[in-house]
Every structure is written in structure tokens, then in C-alpha cells.
T-cell receptor, first 115, second 112 residues
């Protein structure tokens, strides 16, 4: 199936722990994103990579570190987790501007709960 | 001022009626606009895109864009209970990199 896939789907962890979320897309897209959706359902961009290069880095605590080993993969590592990090994290992908932009395709999300 | 504003709802319409969802945005340079549908516990799903002023129709959905008024809307004709979801308006940030700025979403409830 062509898609954006994220793992894990659910993540429950204690404050202070370090965790990672993985994302892979097989759509042939050039750009990948991490968005955070808070309890009020507001989607806010965190990072974006285009062909392994970081192009968007919003005001996010440096406990969050994205990594893109290749254009099909984008991972998110979070250090020293805090209660306020509890949210749903969505990965998304899109084509770059030169090839036309038709919006994002989202992954199924990772629900992170910090206790 | 929020960059993309939507009425949070809920917007309640009877089955078969037209649902009208509205969105305003602040960045005058934005050129591309999208509507996403998000069911509870699911990921956002793209349903419409619009790039030029006027109307764009796709099945029961019509997107409307007025760049002078910085206004985007989505009409859903013959609303069905399965249309009950949160509808997210998204605007491409004019600063580049295809950064999508989302509104907080309007919750639509279609009752039989």
C-alpha cells in the first residue's frame, strides 16, 4: 500500500524518559513534516525536511530532534519527556514546489501520553 | 491575530441540508488553500484544494475562494451523518517551503 506510516501508534511513558517516533513514506515525495496536534485539536508544524535537509524548524524545545536518513524517512526523538509533550504527533509528506504542490498526505499519528 | 481562523462549532445541520464552513486567513500572499476532514481519532484527510478565486466543485463538495476578502469556504451539499467530522482549513504560508498553517477546525454534526 502506498502511504505514510508511523510507528508506534500509541506511546505511554513516564516523565523524564527519552522516546522516538518513526515515519516512512513510499509515495516518492520529496518533503516530510512533523506536526503536533494538542488536546484542542490544533495542528502546529514542528519541522520539515526536503531531501534530507532541514528546511523548517519552528520554535520547538531543543529536547525535540528530528532526523532524516533519506527522503523517505523522518524520525523524531524526544529527550526528557514532560507532561506538556502529551499530544498526537503526525508525520506528513508532500511533493516539492517545483513539481506542484497538492497538499500533504498524513500518517495515522502517534498518540503520546506522558505520565 | 490568528493566522487561520475558523468557527469551532459545533455546526449542527439536518441530514440532506447544505453545511457551510468558513475560514479567514491573515497572510495576503497565500496562494494555495486546502480543506481537510478529520474523524475523531483519525488523521486529517485532504478533501479539496483551491488556488484561484471563485468556486471549485467536486461531487457534493464546493470550495469557494475570495483572495481580496481573505476568505475560504467549503459547502457540503446533501449532508450525510457520515460527514460528521472536524473540518480543517489550511493555508500555504507565503514564505515558502509549502508550510501549511491550519485553523483550529470546525466540528460538523449531521443529524438524521
Amino acid at each position: 500500500d502506498t502511504a505514510v506510516s508511523q510507528t508506534p501508534k500509541y506511546l505511554v511513558t513516564q516523565m523524564g524518559n527519552d522516546k522516538s517516533i518513526k515515519c516512512e513514506q513510499n509515495l516518492g515525495h520529496d518533503t516530510m513534516y512533523w506536526y503536533k496536534q494538542d488536546s484542542k485539536k490544533f495542528l502546529k508544524i514542528m519541522f520539515s525536511y526536503n531531501n534530507k535537509e532541514l528546511i523548517i524548524n519552528e520554535t520547538v524545545p531543543n529536547r525535540f530532534s528530528p532526523k532524516s536518513p533519506d527522503k523517505a524517512h523522518l524520525n523524531l526523538h524526544i529527550n526528557s519527556l514532560e507532561l506538556g509533550d502529551s499530544a498526537v504527533y503526525f508525520c506528513a509528506s508532500s511533493q516539492e514546489a517545483g513539481k506542484g504542490f497538492y497538499g500533504y498526505t498524513f500518517g495515522s499519528g502517534t498518540r503520546l501520553t506522558v505520565v | 491575530q490568528k493566522e487561520v481562523e475558523q468557527n469551532s462549532g459545533p455546526l449542527s445541520v439536518p441530514e440532506g441540508a447544505i453545511a457551510s464552513l468558513n475560514c479567514t486567513y491573515s497572510d495576503r500572499g497565500s496562494q494555495s488553500f486546502f480543506w481537510y476532514r478529520q474523524y475523531s481519532g483519525k488523521s486529517p484527510e485532504l478533501i479539496m484544494s483551491i488556488y484561484s478565486n471563485g468556486d471549485k466543485e467536486d461531487g457534493r463538495f464546493t470550495a469557494q475562494l475570495n483572495k481580496a476578502s481573505q476568505y475560504v469556504s467549503l459547502l457540503i451539499r446533501d449532508s450525510q451523518p457520515s460527514d460528521s467530522a472536524t473540518y480543517l482549513c489550511a493555508v500555504v504560508y507565503a514564505g515558502g517551503y509549502n508550510k501549511l498553517i491550519f485553523g483550529a477546525g470546525t466540528r460538523l454534526a449531521v443529524h438524521p
